[in-house]
């Protein structure tokens, strides 16, 4: 289907470059017809390739600490002005721990570090949709999505503190989305997506390691990158007017497994390679 965000504007945070989610859903976006902004920090900006994006989408970048209600109230309202009234998505595509960076263990977090991975990761998804519902920014049936990962509600070694946040992303989302979808009949969802190799997710010890547990136990393997985009693309159009509150899960359904045929037979090979090697 084409056109499917024909005359639908919004704002996407958190497009680096593309490995990003975010830049491949922005890719989309524009591909379905829709017209958006781009955001991100200073820093992140310097850091990426935004600007390159944001030509090939014939747009604009707003700079934005998503941590700060005034550079939200700034990025809403040249937006607005950008389009000449309000817009119908927003994108929450934003993660950061610097415990995980500095790889302190959980057991021994640093709790200004804490604060900051909370700040960033969940209580800036609230931040977003306070100012925007205060500034009547979105229209009515509009979509907001943020994006999260099954440590939310499963213990996964050294994810640390970023599944605190991806829980506390996910019950943000339940809670403001009642309120929005009573007043405004805006929708707002979280999708936990498989483990992808972003340039967030590339610096999580053992990665690779992971993608490759994931990949063995879900019946449809890991989904991309470019398959998360084209999910949030239904997501932001009509035909989803009526999903709302909901952690969906994007993973080729590895969140519904216990044990695979394929990681299952891994699991007897090293087994019976770790007791060939007591017998010798």
């Known amino acids: 289907m084409n056109n499917l965000l024909k005359g639908k504007k919004g704002i996407i945070f958190g497009a680096l470059n593309d490995m990003s989610i975010a830049w491949k ?29 944001a030509a090939k989408c014939n747009t604009i970048v707003v700079p934005a600490d998503a941590t700060s209600v005034k550079d939200i109230e700034n990025l809403f309202s040249v937006t607005m002005d950008r389009f000449g009234g309000k817009i119908d998505f927003v994108l929450h595509s934003i993660g950061m721990s610097l415990n995980v960076r500095k790889k302190r263990p959980y057991d021994d977090l640093d709790y200004e570090y804490l604060h900051k991975t909370l700040d960033i990761s969940a209580i800036s998804f609230h931040k977003v949709m306070q100012v925007a519902k205060k500034m009547d920014a979105i229209n009515e049936w509009g979509s907001i999505l943020a994006l999260s990962y099954i440590a939310a509600q499963r213990t996964l070694f050294e994810y640390n503190d970023m599944a605190d946040a991806k829980a506390a992303l996910e019950s943000i989302a339940r809670s403001f989305g009642y309120i929005y979808g009573r007043e405004k009949h805006i929708r707002v ?33 890991n989904a991309t990158a470019e398959e998360c985009a084209n999910y949030c693309i239904t997501l932001f159009s009509d035909l989803t007017r009526k999903v709302t509150m909901q952690n969906l899960y994007h993973d080729g359904g590895f969140s519904s497994m216990g044990m695979s045929e394929r990681a299952m037979h891994q699991y007897n090979k090293s087994f019976d390679e770790c007791e060939c090697d007591k017998i010798d």
Not at 36 to 48: D, E, H, K
């Open 25 to 53: 859903v922005a890719e989309k976006a524009y591909e379905q017809g829709a017209e958006f902004v781009l955001t991100n920090t200073p820093v992140s900006m310097r850091l990426g390739e935004i600007d390159e994006l």
């Open 189 to 221: 969802n979280t999708i936990s997506q498989s483990p992808t190799l972003t340039t967030a997710g590339s610096g999580v010890k053992g990665i690779n390691g992971l993608m490759d547990f994931t990949e063995r136990m879900s019946p449809l393997g």
